[in-house]
């Protein structure tokens, strides 16, 4: 069976900073990583989601961790074709575009925003501690069905790709971008994993290289995708734990993801990620429901459960 990861989705959140669960004098940014690393061995970092990540974070990021420990990175927002602010751009970007970015994004700033990007990320891929870069694309990104209203920064109308393409045709392109990269995909759109669409799923993923993320959500909601554990590459599988709370997609931030897993509901995923151990050489389990304490918690009754140091 291959390593089993579990860890978190921030180690930086406001609300975990303010739980109290970082011991006194770890708030700075150095001491409190070095706390998180001693803790877990992997960590999902989603303000690469937000903003473009810095290359000089990423070089302190791999001197404050141990060899072994490992970053998910979570792709720009722009790479996945989601609404982007145009103050997460660096200013000469920024004057290149609108007062905002829900047009297309011109493919001349695309391709810097890709190479600024890569540029940031790579001291984690050299020192052997980038996991995988995670595509989390939005719902409207849908397989081989058209767009029903999206407005995105890539325009609405047409194929739910991005720039026009088709989905297929967009992931890829991604591949083409990430070349050398660890990528892993999670869809928002559920029809991606359900029914006959599952198996053409993963053939797509697995023929790009990519590794599909599986997801622990809500059921009974429309958006609400299965729970797979999905093996599409030898080396690495990856599970993302979101909570189960009924607000998802609808209410803000704190409602879409407080909720606190019990050990019942987190044994019951243990054959699955055991399963998907088996097949690789890796399994990220990473909990998403950064609610306070609630992400750190469950991450540790997790371990418990699977066992795992």
């Not at 011991?23 to 990583?33: A, C, E, K, S, V």
């Not at 061995?41 to 989601?49: I, K, L, M, N």
């Not at 602010?85 to 994004?105: F, I, Q």
Request: hydrophobic share 40%; charged share 25%.
């Amino acid at each position: 069976m291959g390593d089993v990861l579990v860890g978190t989705c921030s180690w930086t959140d406001r609300a975990l900073l303010a739980s109290g669960w970082y011991p006194r004098g770890h708030r700075d940014p150095g001491p409190r990583l070095r706390y998180y690393a001693d803790q877990f061995p992997v960590v999902e970092v989603d303000s690469g989601y937000y903003a473009l990540p810095s290359r000089r974070n990423s070089l302190l990021w791999a001197e404050r961790t141990p060899p072994e420990f490992r970053f998910d990175v979570k792709a720009f927002s722009l790479l996945t074709g989601h609404p982007t602010r145009p103050a997460s751009l660096p200013p000469d970007l920024r004057e290149s575009l609108g007062p905002d970015l829900r047009r297309r994004a011109p493919a001349a700033v695309l391709d810097r925003v890709w190479e600024r990007f890569a540029h940031a990320i790579e001291p984690l891929r050299t020192a052997g501690r980038l996991g995988a870069v995670l595509f989390q694309f939005p719902p409207w990104f849908a397989p081989g069905r058209p767009t029903e209203g999206a407005d995105g920064p890539y325009g609405s109308g047409g194929p739910a790709g991005l720039n026009g393409h088709s989905p297929e045709k967009t992931l890829e392109e991604c591949a083409e971008r990430t070349a050398g990269w660890p990528v892993s995909v999670e869809f928002r759109h559920p029809a991606w994993w359900r029914g006959e669409q599952a198996d053409r799923t993963a053939a797509l993923l697995s023929r790009l290289g990519f590794v599909a993320v599986g997801v622990d959500m809500a059921q009974g909601l429309e958006s609400s995708l299965p729970p797979l554990a999905p093996v599409t590459s030898p080396e690495l599988a990856v599970v993302r734990f979101h909570g189960r709370s009924p607000a998802w997609g609808t209410g803000s931030k704190e409602d879409r993801f407080r909720y606190a897993y019990s050990e019942p509901e987190l044994a019951a995923w243990a054959p699955r990620l055991r399963k998907a151990a088996a097949q690789v050489d890796e399994l990220h389990v990473l909990f998403n429901n950064c609610c306070a304490d609630s992400a750190v918690r469950a991450a540790e009754t997790m371990r418990r459960v699977l066992g795992t140091s």
